[in-house]
């Protein structure tokens, strides 16, 4: 029985593979699509993700015929995932998943989008991921899975209904992620936590972009009943402004609060919805004990070849106190810098990237409040106390790609009962030491990851591909050294944003 949830994600899987076209996530990988949109320059505000719809041109889905604006349409894709393995150094066995997928989509000229995604995954997971499954009781990037034996199964949803009223406005309510950043991690909000209900108000005009985004998450770190576990809002807006050809300067704001506090049942807060104001102000007008955050951003896009780009996010802190370097733990904020480069030589890109993140930042005195959703931060795999670096070098052609990935980080969790800013989802409110915090501090830990990738396209109007890859993972501090080798060999045309790279 434990494998028959296998052979049927299996049958679905290979007739998924034969039933349509797979539209792709336009991600921030360094593929031929974002070497096409660091081509188109900064008109698009490729920081904010996903695009809206109707802005994506067919050049960078290289002419995915469900992307030509006729008078209406509608659009069967298929997704197809079967990969298999094996965990060669760690604890040795079988790893492997399979996760057939089909999207649905349509619209009326350039007007009316609509699209809906459905993909049953069923896996077997390399041992850190297990861990990782089992001490936080969600699928990293999914949301709730059921352990079967040794295997898991979820359920990946995702839908949206767009309408572009007029070349300025556009409305959007939907499930999904969303992505705000140029690089491989962001700061603000990514790909890392599961999908989410949102609505969202687009404002483009002159040389400006200006979202408005709300967005349902739930809080289960006490109470893992996904029907039971607190709800909590998220208030967003984001501000991208080309100053001129090769200068992006971006800012942004979010608010969270929850539902339910110790006073009332707030619900959706009618002063948060009001498009056009500064959360901060609202909040100190209500007397509120809200979470908000603030972030800024720079792209400089140097040519068509190489972009430098920042992220400063400030989530409290007081100059006093960073002038004095009493590392006081209220002093919560990161920082992201970074560059990517194309065709250093014909089809050889190259991204580097540090990114540091204060410990406590992301958190508040109301754990239901941290910038968090599924037990996942909404940011960066890491959650908080932190410092990264990454390297992805990708080489290939629109036939084949030779893709590494590799990542460095230093980061401090909570030992036992001492609270050192390690852990999104605890309370700040009695933090070890008032001062003398330090970046990655408590139990410190190190992570090599690196993964080595070959794909092979075989049916492009599928964008099925053939992949085989090995992933070397070592994580270790005072308590426990962890190693993992994995090798896998599949077929892929799924592009869902999933972050297993921690």
Do not use: C
Request: charged share 15%; glycine share 8%; proline share 3%.
């Amino acid at each position: 029985m434990k494998w028959a949830h296998f052979h049927i994600a299996l049958l679905f899987t290979l007739l998924a593979g034969f039933s349509g076209e797979a539209q792709i996530w336009v991600d921030s990988s360094l593929g031929d699509r974002e070497k096409a949109i660091q081509q188109m320059g900064d008109s698009m505000h490729a920081q904010l993700r996903p695009f809206q719809p109707g802005m994506v041109s067919g050049a960078i889905y290289n002419g995915d015929s469900s992307l030509n604006f006729k008078e209406s349409q509608l659009s069967i894709n298929a997704y197809t995932g079967l990969t298999a393995g094996y965990q060669v150094m760690g604890q040795d066995g079988f790893v492997g998943a399979a996760s057939p997928g089909i999207q649905l989509s349509t619209h009326i000229k350039d007007k009316l989008w609509a699209e809906a995604s459905y993909a049953y995954q069923y896996e077997r997971l390399p041992n850190y991921l297990t861990r990782y499954a089992d001490s936080l009781g969600v699928m990293p990037g999914v949301g709730y899975a059921v352990r079967d034996g040794a295997n898991y199964a979820s359920h990946y949803y995702t839908g949206k209904v767009a309408w572009n009223i007029d070349k300025v406005f556009s409305v959007e309510v939907g499930r999904d992620k969303h992505f705000w950043g140029d690089g491989y991690r962001t700061l603000i909000v990514s790909h890392n936590a599961a999908p989410y209900p949102y609505a969202k108000i687009n404002t483009q005009i002159w040389k400006v972009r200006y979202i408005n985004l709300w967005t349902q998450m739930r809080d289960i770190h006490l109470v893992r009943d996904p029907q039971k576990a607190p709800k909590k809002f998220v208030a967003m807006h984001g501000l991208s402004y080309n100053v001129t050809k090769w200068l992006n300067l971006s800012a942004y704001e979010m608010v969270i609060y929850q539902a339910v506090d110790t006073l009332n049942n707030r619900g959706i807060e009618i002063n948060y919805v009001n498009p056009i104001i500064f959360y901060r102000p609202v909040e100190f007008q209500q007397g509120s004990a809200d979470n908000v955050i603030l972030a800024f951003s720079m792209g400089i896009r140097a040519n068509k070849k190489l972009k430098f780009y920042g992220q400063l996010l400030l989530d409290e802190f007081l100059l006093g106190q960073i002038k004095a370097s009493t590392g006081w733990w209220g002093n919560k904020f990161g920082y992201q810098l970074g560059f990517k480069v194309f065709d250093m030589f014909k089809g050889f890109n190259l991204q580097s990237e540090f990114n540091a993140v204060r410990p406590f930042t992301y958190t508040h005195g109301s754990v239901t409040q941290a910038y968090g959703h599924l037990n996942q931060g909404v940011a960066h795999p890491l959650g908080t106390n932190f410092m990264e670096w990454v390297l992805n070098i990708h080489y290939g052609n629109k036939k084949w790609t030779l893709d590494n990935t590799f990542i460095w980080a230093n980061y401090g969790r909570d030992p036992d009962d001492r609270n050192m800013g390690g852990n999104i989802f605890r309370s700040y409110a009695s933090p070890f030491q008032d001062q003398g915090n330090t970046w990655a501090q408590g139990l410190k830990s190190a992570l090599v990851w690196n993964e080595l990738k070959f794909t092979y396209l075989i049916f492009e109007k599928l964008n099925l591909r053939a992949q085989a890859s090995f992933i070397y993972r070592n994580e270790s501090n005072q308590r426990a050294n962890y190693t993992d080798g994995i090798i896998q060999i599949g077929f892929v045309s799924n592009l869902m944003p999933v972050y297993r790279d921690f």
